[in-house]
């Protein structure tokens, strides 16, 4: 699944051969032909296939949410590379953000970006022996 697609640029109640859902969404043939094959609803008894765009958007939509995947124990959310990367050295600092919940910031030992991660009070222990985590802003020695 290409990363940007946008759902909204196919309409809801239009239908679209294979090639016009590739012209409207970015991407190329092939990749509209690897979501039928996935998972795609379209009207294959005939050819051209034809695919309603309520389809393609329910489809880039159960894509996406199932990319989101949840982090591991020793990982920070790196919005730079769309995925959970550890924090270098393992620091990161940590503020409140509400009563029940903090945010733990680190960067990304990838592309030294910030990366954070919400936690509830519940996991700070649990997380205390994974990060080192100081409540001083980094002092970036
Ligand atoms: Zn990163």
């Not at 034809?50 to 790196?78: H, N, T, V, W």
Request: with cysteine.
């Amino acid at each position: 699944m290409p990363k940007r697609v946008n759902p909204m640029a196919v309409k809801a109640n239009d239908t679209y051969d294979v090639f016009e859902a590739a012209r409207a969404l970015k991407v190329s043939p092939a990749t509209i032909r690897n979501w039928i094959k996935d998972d795609l609803e379209a009207m294959t008894a005939s050819k051209p296939y034809l695919i309603l765009g309520s389809a393609i958007r329910e489809y880039i939509r159960a894509k996406k949410a199932s990319a989101r995947r949840p982090l591991k124990d020793d990982q920070l959310f790196c919005p730079s590379c769309r995925t959970g990367r550890k924090p270098n050295g393992m620091r990161v600092t940590l503020s409140a953000v509400s009563p029940k919940t903090d945010i733990l910031k680190g960067v990304c030992e990838h592309c030294n970006g910030t990366a954070t991660r919400m936690i509830s009070h519940k996991q700070h222990k649990a997380l205390a022996a994974t990060f080192r985590i100081s409540t001083e802003p980094d002092s970036k020695a």
